[in-house]
């Protein structure tokens, strides 16, 4: 089945992505982890997206989101859904360079439930780049109630495992 063509710029994402990555952020422990994430489609105008962790040395899940990536027909805007095994939720808007190789995403809501872990996040910026034809890069930065200024949280280098 065919990528759909809204999807044009975003059809290199499709398949398995593996990889490692480090996470800081000024209130906790620097981390490394192992990484899993898969893009999918059915045809329709957005990619399924699903991403596992596990802790580098201890072998214990860390992580774990799922959600939807849209495109607006005829333009580099791009809407990113996902849900977390927290129970945060980010709704991120931005843009998809001409090429493709660059998305650039920042949350225009995120969501806790009432009792999740303090300090929520409140903003969290997205940043993926396409490396040759088979790497991914990105960068996460966020904030949260007590540290209000977008800060360096995820860097991670991926590796395509397997295309559609």
């Given at each position: 089945?065919?990528?759909h063509p809204a999807l044009a710029r975003l059809?290199?994402?499709?398949?398995?992505?593996?990889?490692?990555?480090?996470?800081?952020?000024?209130?906790?422990?620097?981390?490394?982890?192992?990484?899993?994430?898969?893009?999918?489609?059915?045809?329709?105008?957005?990619?399924?997206?699903?991403?596992?962790?596990?802790?580098?040395?201890?072998?214990?899940?860390?992580?774990?989101?799922?959600?939807?990536?849209?495109?607006?027909?005829?333009?580099?805007?791009?809407?990113?859904?996902?849900?977390?095994?927290?129970?945060?939720?980010?709704?991120?808007?931005?843009?998809?360079?001409?090429?493709?190789?660059?998305?650039?995403?920042?949350?225009?809501?995120?969501?806790?439930?009432?009792?999740?872990?303090?300090?929520?996040?409140?903003?969290?910026?997205?940043?993926?780049?396409?490396?040759?034809?088979?790497?991914?890069?990105?960068?996460?930065?966020?904030?949260?109630?007590?540290?209000?200024?977008?800060?360096?949280?995820l860097t991670g280098q991926l590796k395509r495992?397997?295309?559609?």
């Amino acid at each position: 089945m065919s990528v759909h063509p809204a999807l044009a710029r975003l059809a290199w994402l499709v398949g398995r992505w593996q990889g490692c990555g480090k996470g800081c952020y000024p209130t906790i422990k620097s981390f490394e982890y192992s990484e899993l994430v898969t893009f999918g489609h059915c045809g329709k105008p957005f990619l399924t997206y699903s991403d596992r962790t596990v802790h580098v040395t201890e072998k214990t899940p860390l992580h774990a989101e799922d959600g939807f990536w849209k495109v607006n027909p005829g333009s580099d805007s791009i809407a990113v859904s996902l849900a977390q095994n927290t129970g945060v939720t980010e709704l991120l808007e931005g843009t998809v360079s001409e090429d493709g190789r660059t998305i650039n995403l920042l949350t225009t809501a995120v969501h806790a439930p009432s009792f999740g872990k303090e300090p929520h996040v409140t903003k969290v910026e997205r940043m993926y780049e396409r490396i040759g034809d088979n790497e991914l890069k990105y960068v996460l930065k966020m904030a949260t109630q007590n540290t209000p200024e977008l800060t360096l949280h995820l860097t991670g280098q991926l590796k395509r495992v397997e295309s559609e």
